[in-house]
């Protein structure tokens, strides 16, 4: 693990903030995550990397779990700290290059919108729909980094998204194009349910790529 240094911090809402680090050339591919860990403790965890490919630094997106083990420590830290940091791993990588068709769509719960500000910061011009999902309108994480068309906030506490309901309510109302290759990132649930929508909705397995946070 290498040391990075913490160089921003930006507060989302009460829960959720970016770290931004030192990038120190650590190579990735949008759609990786690093492990994070404490100078000095044994506790480690997995976070997707938020920022683009090209971006000189190195940013996460992380909501703080009231119980959790490391989210309520790495909520108190500040520019200036430093946390190790592993990887990149994993295999939710993305390039257009990499797909027979090139219409995308991204689902995701929470914070794990990450990978895909990641896809759209290093692809700026993807032709993508966003669905997000979440419990209130305020937890639209820095949506103005998308296209606003290209977005439908679903909203389960609230009435102030697109959508009132969850993100798989909403795939249901949808027609798809059988090519669609389907990103899906958040809560074990949401992809579950998710992957049985798209397949009876003719998507074909293999052009559905999951990451599951928890
Ligand atoms: C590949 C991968 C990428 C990930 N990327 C991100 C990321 O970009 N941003 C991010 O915030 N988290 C991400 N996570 C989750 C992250 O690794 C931690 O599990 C999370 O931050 C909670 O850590 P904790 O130590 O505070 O809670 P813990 O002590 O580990 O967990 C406490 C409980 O909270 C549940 N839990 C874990 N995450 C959440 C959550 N987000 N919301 C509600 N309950 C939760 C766990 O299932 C557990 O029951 C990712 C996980 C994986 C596997």
Same mark, same amino acid.
């Given at each position: ?95 257009p290059?990499?797909f027979p068709s090139q219409k995308f769509? !991204?689902? /995701? =719960?929470?914070?794990?919108? %990450?990978?895909?500000?990641? $896809? ?6 993807l032709d993508y ?40 309510? !909403?795939? /249901? =109302?949808?027609?798809?194009? %059988?090519?669609?290759q389907? $990103? ?31």
């Amino acid at each position: 693990m290498k040391l990075h240094q913490i160089t921003a911090v930006r507060q989302l809402t009460d829960s959720t903030f970016v770290l931004q680090l030192e990038r120190k050339e650590l190579p990735f591919h949008t759609g990786q995550f690093v492990i994070l860990r404490r100078p000095g403790t044994i506790e480690q965890r997995e976070y997707t990397v938020y920022s683009g490919a090209k971006d000189n630094f190195l940013e996460v997106l992380v909501r703080e779990v009231t119980e959790g083990k490391v989210t309520p420590r790495l909520k108190k830290m500040q520019p200036g700290d430093q946390l190790e940091v592993d990887g990149p791993f994993g295999f939710f990588r993305f390039n257009p290059k990499m797909f027979p068709s090139q219409k995308f769509l !991204f689902v /995701a =719960t929470g914070t794990g919108i %990450s990978p895909f500000h990641s $896809f759209v910061k290093t692809y700026p011009s993807l032709d993508y729909h966003l669905v997000h999902g979440v419990r209130f309108g305020e937890e639209a994480y820095e949506h103005h980094d998308f296209n606003k068309q290209n977005i439908t906030l679903c909203t389960t506490g609230d009435k102030t998204g697109n959508f009132m309901g969850r993100v798989t309510q !909403f795939l /249901a =109302t949808q027609k798809l194009e %059988s090519d669609t290759q389907c $990103f899906l990132c958040g809560n074990s649930e949401m992809i579950q349910e998710a992957f049985d929508i798209l397949t009876e909705k003719g998507i074909e397995v293999q052009n559905i790529y999951t990451e599951v946070y928890f």
